[in-house]
């Protein structure tokens, strides 16, 4: 049976565009700020020691063995930045913003979470919390509020629905490039004389159609035109290349969630090449995908980008690392006050790991993320302490990250 909330499911689907908590009032709209905030959410527990390698510790290459990265190898080196700390070969644009100084790179850094489970991991990561069940919406969805950014037009999570990070009382939306048939014009026909005489979900199906409408013609991928686009699960470039020509607009949101998975390298992570460089050389295509479609836009834009925690320090039998504790964070953008590693660096010996195996956490994300917050988006102390992160007075949040 046909009924309205099928058809609206069929159209959701067509159009992969979500839109929940209140329909749009409008597909663009006028922000208060030209700055933009960008958050990546790295899925799977990222090896900060294989993304930043502490390549001048006596240490690293002893502890990480085969997984060892090397600035004197004959294969592809790492990229070197201060003679202590490196970059993974797979980094190259990465290395050039670094170079720009538009790069903050964090080491022994992680959420409250303590233990092991990804799931609970990155519930903590995105809820804010000190624990994964303690709050049931997403830090960045209450910040929207204090950054008056709630209307459900100011910020949008590439995806086909919406994470935790972004969910919660504030409004928000969602977007994916197409990757089913565009509906044609008799269906699309139907749909709109059966909402005829609703007023809501007609608004909120002209608005979705505009906003998906105007992502297409911003792309310069003819088979995005053509809804015959398809984002594989190795290629990241087409979806931070739409969110930079999202946000690039000059009446678009303002703020971007981006998920980017596969970083549970339990087995064969290898080192200068293998599974972990190639998908790190994937996310560093599309972190320049993003900066290029952002075009001006770029220079008010700062992209945080975190993992639920990060792996062990020794390889595994099987070549590869398990779930750890302290990681790798980064901060990037024309926004960031570049060119530094920001680590309370305490080596690698085994008697200075987390039960002998992981990174001690030295940072916790939440004064990375109220840094960005305060000083880029103006976000208050209070609302951050209260609102944004409840209960987190004792932690300040970080300064000199983004350019005055």
Known sequence: ???????????????????????????????????????????GALDGLAAVPPHGDPDYA????????????????????????????????????????????????????????????????????????????????????PMGMADGVSAVAIEQTPPLLLSGKAKATSWMPEVMPEPDAAFLAKVRALYANDTVLASSLDMGLTLQNQAQAMNDDPNAKSGKFKASYGNLTPLFQGAGKLLGHAGGPRVAVLDASGWDTHVAEGAADGQLARRLQALDQALEALKTSLGPAWKKTAVVMATEFGRTVRPNGNGGTDHGTGGAAFLLGGAVDGGKVKADWVGLKPAVLKDGRDQPVKTDLRALFKGVLADHMGVSRTALDSTVFPDSGAIAPMTGLVKA
């Open 1 to 43: 049976m046909t009924t309205r909330r099928s058809i609206l499911k069929h159209m959701a689907a067509a159009t992969a565009l979500s839109v929940w908590d209140a329909p749009l009032r409008y597909a663009f709209a006028s922000v208060n700020t030209e700055r933009r905030l960008v958050v990546v959410i790295l899925r």
């Open 62 to 145: 002893p502890m990480r063995a085969q997984l060892a990265l090397d600035k004197n190898g004959s294969a592809a080196n790492l990229h070197d930045l201060d003679g202590f700390f490196g970059l993974n070969p797979g980094f190259t644009n990465l290395k050039a913003m670094y170079d720009a100084k538009e790069v903050v790179l964090f080491h022994n850094i992680c959420s409250p979470y303590r233990e092991r489970s990804h799931f609970e991991g990155q519930n903590c990561l995105e809820s804010g919390g000190t624990s994964p069940h303690a709050l049931n919406d997403g830090w960045l969805n209450r910040a929207l509020q």
